[in-house]
C-alpha cells in the first residue's frame, strides 16, 4: 500500500519538518513504512491542477495533508478538486490549521475521512497500521487511535478518540538521513517543544508543557549539518533559550565546531540573557548566529493584556550589547492590532524598535488563531478579523480599518527599504528629516500612493531613482548628498552593469582609476585575493567611485559637514574648495569577493588616488 504525506509550502526553498517527521518516526517503528510512505511537496505558488495531477498519478491508497494558515485556503481547494477524480481516496488532515474546531471542518468537508489532532508521530504510525490490513473487516477501529477526529460511517456521526499524550521528543528520528534531497533548502531543526510563555495570541501557549531533546542527541545531529556545511539550520524551538543550560550547551557546541560557513538561526526571549549567554554570543563569528526576538509592542498595558511580560529599557540596553560585537544578525518582531494599542501608541512601538537597529524589522498583523486565548477575547476587546485565512485583524477597539491600510502601506515601505538592508547609508540621513522613523515610512507610503507605486511596483533598481525623487521633494537642499549616498549604496550591494542616472561623471578621474588598477595589477596591495587578472579585469570585477563627500560618516556627523559648507554664499564657494582638496582625491574601492555576513554589503576600502593611503573596512 502507499501513503501519501502531502505539503503545500510557502516558497520551493522551504520544507515540511512535520512530514519527516511522521514518516521517519514511523519508519522507525516498522521498517516496511519506508516502502509504504512517500512525502510530496509543492508549493502554494503552483497551477492547482499541476498538483492535483502529480497526486493521481502516485495512486495513493491513503493521503494526509499538512494544513497550515499560509496554506489552507489553496489546501481545501485541492482536496475539493482531487475528490472529484479521487473519490475512494481516504484522505486526511493534519497540523495547527485543523488540530481546532475539528468537527466543524468535518461537517464543511464531508468527503474529508478524519483529522490528526495535535503531535501525529504516533498517531500517523498507528493510522499506517489501520490501513496496512488489507482487508477493512480485520482492521483495528479507529476509536483505538489516540488523536483522531474521524467520520464514522456505521454510525453516521463523527468521532473524538482520546487526547494523545505529549511526545517524548528524544524519541524521535533524525530527519535528515539523506541531505542531498535539501539542497538549496532551509533546513529546519528542533530540540525542544512546547514554550513555557502564555502569549495569547500564539496557539504555542496551549502546550506550556516544555520538553528538550537528548543534547548528546542534538549535538551528533548538528554535527551532520557542519560536517555537510549546509548554508543555514533554522531552529522551530518556540522559545530557544527557555532553559538556560540547554541554550549554552548548544551555543558553546556551535561556537567550537563552527565550520566557517553554516548559520544557525533562534527564536528567543531577550529578557532570559544572562551575562554567560551575551558573552557567548559576543565570540561567535559574523554571521554564524541570527536571533529572532518578538517584541510585538512597548506598550505595557498591551503586553499585561496579552501575557507577554517584557521591559522594553532592558530590551534596549540587551540589543546595544548583542550588537557591539557586530558579529550577530538580529530579527525584531511587531504585531500591530493589539488590544490597548492604537495608532499612536503603535507608532511609538515602532519607534522603540526602530531605534534597536535591527538588521530586519517585521511588522506583521495580528491573526486571531483557532484555539488561542485571542479567540475567546476578541468579542470584549472589539476584535474584528478575516473569516478566512490568515484571520488578520481588521479593527480593534482601539484601531480602525484606516488605521490598518495605513500601517499596510508602511509596512510595505519597511520592506522594501528598510529590510532588504540596500538603502543603509541614505535612510539614517533622510530619517532625519521627520519628527521619527515612522513619519518617515508613512510619507514614503503617500509618495508611493500619489505616484501609483503601489500599483505599478518600481524594479529592484529602480527603487534607488524613486527614493531620491521622494528625498529630492522632501528636503531639495541636501539632493547633492541623497545622490551620494543612493551611489554608495548601489554600489555597495552589487557590482553594476550600468551606471546609475543619477550618479555624476567619473570623467575627470579616469586617468587616476586607471593609474590605480595598473598599479594593483603589478603590486597586488589591496587586492591580494585576485592574482593573476590585469588591469581591465580588476576594473571590471570591482568598482572604484569618487565622492566629493564622506559618505561612510555617521548621519548625524555627514549632515553637519553638508550643512555647514552651505551656510551662506561665500562660504559655501571657500568650503567647496576646501572639500574638494580633502575628499575628491578619496575614492572608495568596492571589492565584491568579500561580503559583510549581516548585511551583504561588499567589503570597501578608503583610497587616497594621489597618495595611495589605503585602509580596508567591511
Known amino acids: 500500500m502507499k501513503f501519501l504525506l502531502v505539503a503545500l509550502?510557502?516558497?520551493?526553498?522551504?520544507?515540511?519538518?512535520?512530514?519527516?517527521?511522521?514518516?521517519?518516526?514511523?519508519?522507525?517503528?516498522?521498517?516496511?513504512?519506508?516502502?509504504?510512505?512517500?512525502?510530496?511537496?509543492?508549493?502554494?505558488n503552483q497551477q492547482l491542477l499541476d498538483v492535483m495531477t502529480d497526486i493521481y498519478k502516485r495512486k495513493p491508497d491513503a493521503a494526509a495533508f499538512s494544513c497550515y494558515i499560509w496554506n489552507w485556503t489553496m489546501m481545501k481547494r485541492l482536496i475539493t478538486q482531487l475528490h472529484k477524480v479521487m473519490p475512494d481516496l481516504p484522505i486526511w488532515l493534519g497540523g495547527p490549521e485543523v488540530s481546532f474546531h475539528s468537527e466543524q471542518i468535518l461537517e464543511e468537508l464531508p468527503f474529508v475521512t478524519g483529522i490528526m489532532v495535535g503531535e501525529g508521530e504516533e498517531t500517523f504510525a498507528q493510522l499506517l497500521g489501520f490501513y496496512r490490513q488489507q482487508e477493512p473487516a480485520e482492521r483495528t477501529n479507529l476509536q483505538q487511535i489516540k488523536g483522531l477526529v474521524f467520520r464514522d460511517a456505521a454510525f453516521q456521526s463523527i468521532v473524538r478518540t482520546d487526547e494523545r499524550e505529549l511526545t517524548d521528543i528524544s524519541k524521535l528520528p533524525f530527519l535528515y538521513d539523506n541531505l542531498d534531497a535539501f539542497q538549496n533548502r532551509i533546513i529546519y531543526y528542533e530540540s525542544s517543544r512546547g514554550c513555557p510563555f502564555r502569549c495569547s495570541y500564539?496557539?504555542?501557549?496551549?502546550?506550556?508543557?516544555?520538553?528538550?531533546?537528548?543534547?548528546?542527541?542534538?549535538?551528533?545531529?548538528?554535527?551532520?549539518?557542519?560536517?555537510?556545511?549546509?548554508?543555514?539550520?533554522?531552529?522551530?524551538?518556540?522559545t530557544f533559550n527557555c532553559n538556560r543550560t540547554h541554550a549554552l550547551e548548544i551555543w558553546n557546541y556551535i561556537l567550537k565546531n563552527d565550520n566557517g560557513v553554516t548559520n544557525f538561526h533562534f527564536e528567543i526571549a531577550a529578557d532570559l540573557l544572562d551575562e554567560e549567554q551575551l558573552d557567548l554570543l559576543g565570540k561567535m563569528r559574523p554571521g554564524l548566529v541570527q536571533l529572532e526576538i518578538g517584541v510585538q509592542s512597548t506598550n505595557e498595558e498591551t503586553l499585561r493584556a496579552v501575557r507577554r511580560y517584557s521591559d522594553t529599557e532592558k530590551l534596549g540596553a540587551l540589543m546595544v550589547r548583542i550588537q557591539k560585537p557586530k558579529n550577530v544578525h538580529i530579527h525584531l518582531d511587531l504585531i500591530a492590532g493589539l488590544p490597548h494599542e492604537g495608532l499612536e501608541s503603535f507608532r511609538k512601538s515602532f519607534n522603540d524598535v526602530y531605534r534597536m537597529k535591527p538588521e530586519q524589522l517585521q511588522l506583521g498583523f495580528l491573526k486571531v488563531l483557532k484555539g488561542s486565548h485571542m479567540e475567546e477575547m476578541a468579542g470584549e476587546w472589539g476584535i474584528v478579523s478575516m473569516d478566512e485565512p490568515p484571520y488578520e485583524v481588521l479593527r480593534t477597539k482601539w484601531i480602525s480599518f484606516d488605521d490598518v491600510i495605513l500601517l499596510k502601506k508602511v509596512e510595505n515601505m519597511v520592506e522594501l527599504y528598510y529590510n532588504s538592508n540596500q538603502f543603509s547609508h541614505v535612510l539614517p540621513v533622510l530619517e532625519r528629516q521627520f519628527e521619527s522613523p515612522f513619519d518617515l515610512f508613512v510619507k514614503m507610503a503617500d509618495f508611493y500612493e500619489e505616484n501609483g507605486y503601489f500599483a505599478n511596483s518600481p524594479s529592484r533598481a529602480y527603487r534607488y531613482q524613486v527614493l531620491l525623487d521622494f528625498a529630492a521633494e522632501t528636503d531639495p537642499k541636501r539632493e547633492e548628498l541623497y545622490r551620494e549616498l543612493l551611489v554608495f549604496d548601489m554600489y555597495l550591494r552589487e557590482n553594476l552593469k550600468s551606471r546609475p542616472a543619477f550618479a555624476k561623471s567619473l570623467a575627470k578621474w579616469h586617468d587616476e582609476i586607471l593609474d590605480f588598477y595598473q598599479t594593483e595589477a603589478q603590486r597586488r596591495e589591496m587586492l591580494p585575493d585576485y592574482e593573476g587578472y590585469d588591469a581591465k579585469q580588476l576594473q571590471r570585477m570591482t568598482h572604484l567611485e569618487v565622492f566629493n563627500w564622506p559618505v561612510t560618516k555617521e548621519a548625524t556627523a555627514l549632515l553637519d559637514i553638508f550643512d555647514r559648507a552651505q551656510e551662506n554664499a561665500a562660504q559655501i564657494q571657500k568650503q567647496s574648495e576646501r572639500m574638494q582638496q580633502t575628499t575628491e582625491s578619496t575614492a572608495i574601492l568596492f571589492d565584491y569577493k568579500v561580503h559583510s555576513p549581516l548585511n551583504a554589503d561588499a567589503r570597501i576600502g578608503h583610497i587616497n588616488l594621489k597618495r595611495r593611503e589605503e585602509s580596508w573596512h567591511v
Open 9 to 44: 509550502n510557502a516558497k520551493y526553498i522551504h520544507s515540511n519538518p512535520a512530514l519527516y517527521s511522521l514518516r521517519s518516526y514511523a519508519v522507525q517503528k516498522d521498517a516496511q513504512a519506508k516502502a509504504e510512505v512517500e512525502i510530496a511537496e509543492y508549493t502554494i
Open 202 to 238: 500564539c496557539l504555542s501557549s496551549i502546550d506550556k508543557k516544555v520538553r528538550l531533546r537528548d543534547l548528546s542527541l542534538v549535538k551528533k545531529e548538528l554535527q551532520t549539518f557542519l560536517d555537510a556545511k549546509v548554508p543555514q539550520v533554522k531552529f522551530i524551538d518556540r
